[in-house]
């Protein structure tokens, strides 16, 4: 049998013709981050706090106006390891991806994570590394690292 290996051809995503506004409660969470402060969506109605922000409370589905700062540590929820590239070839790092959370907030962020191997683990605590040049972006965040 022959070893076969699949052609991996560059492919342009449908979605780089789009342009995609973050809306005015995006906005002001993103110029958040940009001065190095994560917060989250609160709903007035029924108090849901959550974190991407939507302008409608997943909840109750009511306009959501005000974000609030999130103070607490945020918490490894999930996460993945990868060890290999978009061609299948051997990492030289691997890179750690995990499902970030706050607690008392719903939803949480996808984003990397630094740190050993070793101390990976649902519930480790985590802490933000900001770029120190910032424009107003998710990846304002570097990324999180294990404490």
């Given at each position: 049998m022959r070893?076969?290996?699949?052609?991996?051809r560059e492919i342009e995503?449908?979605?780089?013709?789009?342009?995609?506004?973050?809306?005015?409660l995006g906005l002001r969470w993103l110029e958040g981050i940009k001065k190095g402060i994560i917060m989250a969506a609160k709903c007035r109605k029924c108090g849901n706090?959550?974190?991407?922000?939507k302008i409608y409370c997943p909840k109750c589905f009511s306009e959501v106006e005000d974000l609030v700062e999130l103070r607490e540590k945020p918490y490894l929820a999930s996460y993945t390891i990868i060890y290999r590239d978009f061609n299948g070839e051997r990492l030289s790092t691997p890179v750690i991806v995990g499902l970030v959370r706050f607690k008392g907030v719903d939803g949480g962020l996808i984003h990397y994570i630094e740190g050993p191997v070793e101390k990976l683990a649902i519930g480790?605590?985590?802490?933000p590394v900001f770029r120190s040049e910032r424009r107003g972006s998710i990846t304002d965040i570097e990324h999180f690292r294990l404490v």
């Open positions: 070893d076969v290996k699949p052609q991996i995503m449908e979605i780089k013709a789009y342009h995609y506004t973050p809306g005015p706090i959550f974190i991407p922000p480790a605590s985590l802490e």
